[in-house]
């Protein structure tokens, strides 16, 4: 197969992901109370709302680096904030797990009746979940792992911690 048709396939797998990933933030924090990305048009499945101008022309550049919109998202609307932000945090790797689930079951049993491209599509949306999801829960800003190891700092470091957090998304 050629260079650029794997490329442009693996472009759908991560538009698939990134998009069930974003708007999974955007969904969670929406039931849990805020709708900032509800009223920024971001709980969508629609990719272009999830696509990030520099992080998309960076992968285009590299293709292998690149970033997607961050999900809005105002702790005070929350009745708990610092439980409340890890769950919307953990939304996008969740996601990427269960989206991956989902596009393994056809591409094992169902893989020799379908079409080779639907298969490659399968493939790397499932490989590209995984990654993504693995990915974003290191615990290091702007990654959603960073908002998740909240739940575990003592309270009284987490003024600190969430400082620490708001500098490194800067």
Known sequence: MPD???FLYFLVALLITLTVHEASHALVAYYLGDPTAKMQGRLTLNPIAH????????????????????????SANFKHPVRDSALTALAGPVSNFILAFIVA?????????LPDYILLIFQMTFHVSIFLG?????????????KIVGLIVPRRWYRQYANYLHDGMK
């Open 4 to 6: 650029i048709l794997q």
């Open 51 to 74: 696509l990030d101008p520099v992080g998309s022309l960076i992968f285009l550049v590299t293709q292998r680096i690149g970033w997607g919109k961050p999900v809005p998202v105002n």
């Open 105 to 113: 079951l056809p591409w094992k049993y169902l893989g020799q009746y």
């Open 134 to 146: 693995i990915f974003n829960l290191f615990p290091f800003p702007p990654l959603d792992g960073s």
